[in-house]
């Protein structure tokens, strides 16, 4: 296991996604193809994937975005109306992929920074580099609108990351729709190489919300206790134990949300997460079917008290988690695991 490193106490962690611009990859230029409506004429090529109820959209080349999702012609997954595709770090909306690490990492007080089992330190920039690279793409089930789902590849022989983290990696996400307002993410990550690979990936869901109506929205946990990264890059003693909360909180903001015993569900299923809005007459809950890699905790986050989005982030691990090992996972040689949450949406029709 790496050394633990902690960073200075007079550097204090940036928000949770208050990124500058990555270099850890080049975001390719414009795909030439025509664009749906909705799409900037200038962006990257887009996959519109439909069944009866629901559409999603997909970037490939911008970091397998997911861009939104709208169910029965509701706005489940946000997405802005103006993007700069030159900064896909920067764009509030759809699910950017955290890997291979999450959140911000610290070596003697320098942020974006992690050192290896060998003492090395390498860069690391927040969230990891995957959500700034292209991904390979394989629609299933049918050609463009009819098909049901897509699987997004990130390949380290394809992609140039091994001063950031070397390793022979695949990381594989798959969309589907599974039926009316459900749509399941998997993370599939496979170690190729002949050593212990750390890793620890998640989600960033936008969920569409109008601000005015967090007051009255209602979020409810699984058993867990609330975290927020310290000036060490710790996650610090838990805040609180809860697991209900309105989402104008402020002890939500920015909040890692530990996951205790898994909450039984039907099917054996685990619920992460439920979101209720009454004005909307939506709920969501977030659950995770069974798998072999369980979700470690769950994020609250949003930029500002006047965004109308809501984040609610499944994760694999805390950030810096190399090196506290709150959440480090170790994937063996010749090896793959994923991870499994399905999101249903449900709307009072």
Sequence with gaps: MPSTTSASSATSPAPHDSTAASTAGSTPPPHPDTKPAGIDPDAPAILTLRNAHDVIRVAPAIGGRLLDWRSDGHAVLRWPTEVDWRMPAKIRGGNPLLFPFIGRHFVDGEANRWR??????????????????????????????????????????????????????VFEVEYELLGAGRLRTTLTVENRGDTPMPYYAGTHFYFDLPHALRSESRLALADASQHRQ??????????????????????????????????????????????????????????QPPSNAAWYAVTTWSEAPDADFYCIEPWLGLPDAIHHGQGLRWLQPHSREAAICVIEARFAR
């Design 230 to 287: 310290q000036a060490d890059g710790g996650p610090g003693a838990a805040l609180s134990h809860r697991t209900a909360f309105a989402l104008d909180d402020p002890l939500l903001q920015d909040t890692f949300h530990v996951l205790a015993s898994p909450t039984p569900d039907r099917a054996g299923d685990r619920l992460l997460a439920s979101l209720d809005t009454p004005s909307l007459g939506r709920t969501i809950r977030i659950v």
């Design 116 to 169: 290896d089992a060998t003492g090395t330190v390498r860069p690391m920039p927040q969230h990891g580099f995957a959500r700034d690279l292209p991904f390979e793409a394989r629609q299933l089930g049918g050609q463009s609108d009819d098909a049901s789902g897509v699987v997004l590849t990130l390949d380290s022989r394809r992609v140039d990351q091994a001063a950031a983290y070397p390793f022979d990696f």
